[in-house]
Antibody, heavy 120, light 107 residues
């Protein structure tokens, strides 16, 4: 069965960096685009970034563009999110979500999420 | 960016009731709309894709309709396990955007 397991969250000071990982299993990872979606405490869902199956295409929300970098290692079935210059407003649960095979933009499986807290 | 609105923001209904949530996009998104269910403390789950298609394994009491800017999500007979927040999401145009959510609970 499809599994996505995020890790790397924690408490970090404003301005510092953090790297999240998402380990995938149960499907052919190298065939699917993958997204990061976040949810601030008590708030709604916000799409953060997308990477195509081969890593050639990457898209970002304006709120993270220039600070966050999405990447993947298909040999390790792992997705990453490098987060630099973190701000208090980046505090959220970060989910990785698998895109569907047809469009890539339907989030058909989600991980359990990892909490990032940006605080001094 | 395309803005998504949902109404109501919350509702309370009895078991067996028909529940309807509306979602409106700020511009035409054709049928590029999905619906997700998020139970407390859990990750979201895809229920409906392309406005009206039921995801595999999702109970048939859930349905969706609409096209363009106006969409509807319906639970035909509310069950206790349907207590959750429901989100619409457009994927017509980057950035992909979600509605603010509708919290559904049992009266």
């Amino acid at each position: 069965q499809v599994q996505l397991v995020e890790s790397g969250g924690g408490v970090v000071q404003p301005g510092r960096s953090l790297r999240l990982s998402c380990a995938a299993s149960g499907f052919t990872f190298s065939s699917y685009g993958i997204h990061w979606v976040r949810q601030a405490p008590g708030k709604g869902l916000e799409w953060v970034a997308f990477i195509s199956y081969d890593g050639d295409n990457k898209y970002y929300a304006d709120s993270v563009k220039g600070r966050f970098t999405i990447s993947r290692d298909n040999s390790k079935n792992t997705l990453y999110l490098q987060m630099n210059s973190l701000r208090a407003e980046d505090t959220a649960v970060y989910y990785c979500a698998k895109g569907d095979i047809l469009t890539g933009y339907r989030f058909d499986y989600w991980g359990q999420g990892t909490l990032v807290t940006v605080s001094s | 960016d395309i803005q998504m609105t949902q109404s109501p923001s919350s509702l309370s209904a009895s078991v067996g009731d028909r529940v309807t949530i509306t979602c409106q996009a700020s511009q035409d998104i054709d049928n590029y709309l999905n619906w997700y269910q998020q139970k407390p403390g859990k990750a979201p789950k895809l229920l409906i894709y392309d406005a009206s298609n039921l995801e595999t394994g999702v109970p048939s009491r859930f349905s969706g309709s609409g096209s363009g800017t106006d969409f509807t999500f319906t639970i035909s007979s509310l069950q206790p396990e349907d207590v959750a927040t429901y989100y619409c999401q457009q994927y017509d145009t980057l950035p992909f955007t979600f509605g603010p959510g509708t919290k559904v609970d049992i009266k």
